[in-house]
């Protein structure tokens, strides 16, 4: 019933730069934090940066400097922009974001996109 869709992801060269970009659809009624996680090849998923609606962040400290989230509520879209992209860099990115679906319903549902290919590579 809901579905989060990345894009953005792809080649590119050490130092270089990515916008990697999550849209939310389906039935919400509310979206609290997002968040982008990613998984290196053979390393377990960890995570990078995330927003709360209230636009307080928090960042990976591999990351710290170098990325930057942030998120447009109208369009339920999360971003990524990432720069002076290092080798260490290459993973999976995947897109969360907690949220509800009906507002008669407390519940949260913790829901993935089903990720995008970054590799920095010369």
């Known amino acids: 019933q809901v579905q989060l869709v990345e894009s953005g992801g792809g080649l590119v060269q050490p130092g270089g730069s990515l916008r990697l970009s999550c849209a939310a659809s389906?039935?919400?009624?509310?979206?609290?934090?997002m968040g982008w996680y990613r998984q290196p090849p053979g390393k377990q998923r960890e995570l990078v940066a995330s927003?709360?609606?209230?636009?307080?962040?928090n960042y990976a400290d591999s990351v710290k400097g170098r990325f930057t989230i942030s998120r447009d509520n109208a369009k339920k879209t999360v971003y990524l922009q990432m720069n002076s992209l290092k080798p260490e860099d290459t993973a999976v990115y995947y897109c969360?974001?907690?949220?509800?679906?009906?507002?008669?319903?407390?519940?949260?549902?913790?829901?993935w996109g089903q990720g995008t290919q970054v590799t920095v590579s010369s």
């Open positions: 389906g039935r919400i009624f509310r979206i609290y934090d």
């Open positions: 969360n974001a907690a949220l509800r679906s009906t507002p008669w319903s407390n519940v949260r549902s913790d829901n």
């Open positions: 927003i709360s609606d209230g636009d307080a962040t």
